[in-house]
T-cell receptor, first 114, second 115 residues
């Protein structure tokens, strides 16, 4: 069965500091992986996705994620946090390119300290 | 403006009183889906539809019904709501049915409280 585990339901960083949100996946075959962001009182928005083309994936708003097969991880990073990055972030997975559904993780709330 | 709209945005109701949450998209998308979001559980899919008159169960379909009579609309029906259906609900749509190469666009959410 496919699943993702997000380590840490809440992460707090100072403005300008590195953002690191952790996601580990579990699947028997190479997965397709996603990061979504949910700003307060809004729906989810796709940040980036891994489709096996390149292990380092760049997304919107300066975020990137690296697929590491040996660690079964797909952590999300941003070198310097902005106040506007405060949101909830979801990692998600699917196994097949033709899949009609994706499985979401439990989410990590990111807070930014001034 | 391309968007997914949901109504109502907020709803407080009582156990057993039938309700419908509407979802509409103006992007001519084939695929539509309903999710519920609960703290610590992330988003879980309730139902999805790959085209008009084609619907299928997601991971948590119990207590819900859907229909897809028109391409743009995908209402979520709770025939007899119960308190455990108190949640934040999202509708989403995408151009194609595969979720890897077709980005899902999400509505703003409907916060439902069942007393």
């Amino acid at each position: 069965a496919q699943s993702v585990t997000q380590l840490g339901s809440h992460v707090s960083v100072s403005e300008g500091a590195l953002v690191l949100l952790r996601c580990n996946y579990s699947s028997s075959v190479p997965p397709y992986l996603f990061w979504y962001v949910q700003y307060p009182n809004q729906g989810l928005q796709l940040l980036l996705k891994y489709t096996s083309a390149a292990t380092l994936v760049k997304g919107i708003n300066g975020f990137e994620a690296e697929f590491k097969k040996s660690e079964t991880s797909f952590h999300l990073t941003k070198p310097s946090a902005h106040m506007s990055d405060a949101a909830e972030y979801f990692c998600a997975v699917t196994l097949y390119s033709s899949a009609s559904k994706i499985i979401f993780g439990s989410g990590t709330r990111l807070s930014i300290r001034p | 403006e391309a968007q997914v709209t949901q109504n109502p945005r907020y709803l407080i109701t009582v156990t057993g009183k039938k309700l419908t949450v509407t979802c509409s998209q103006n992007m001519n998308h084939e695929y539509m889906s309903w999710y519920r979001q609960d703290p610590g559980l992330g988003l879980r899919q309730i139902y999805y539809s790959m085209n008009v008159e084609v619907t299928d169960k997601g991971d948590v379909p119990e207590g819900y019904k859907v229909s897809r009579k028109e391409k743009r609309n995908f209402p979520l029906i709770l025939e007899s709501p119960s308190p455990n259906q108190t949640s934040l609900y999202f509708c989403a749509s995408s151009q194609g049915t595969d979720q890897v190469y077709n980005e899902q666009f999400f509505g703003p959410g409907t916060r439902l409280t069942v007393l």
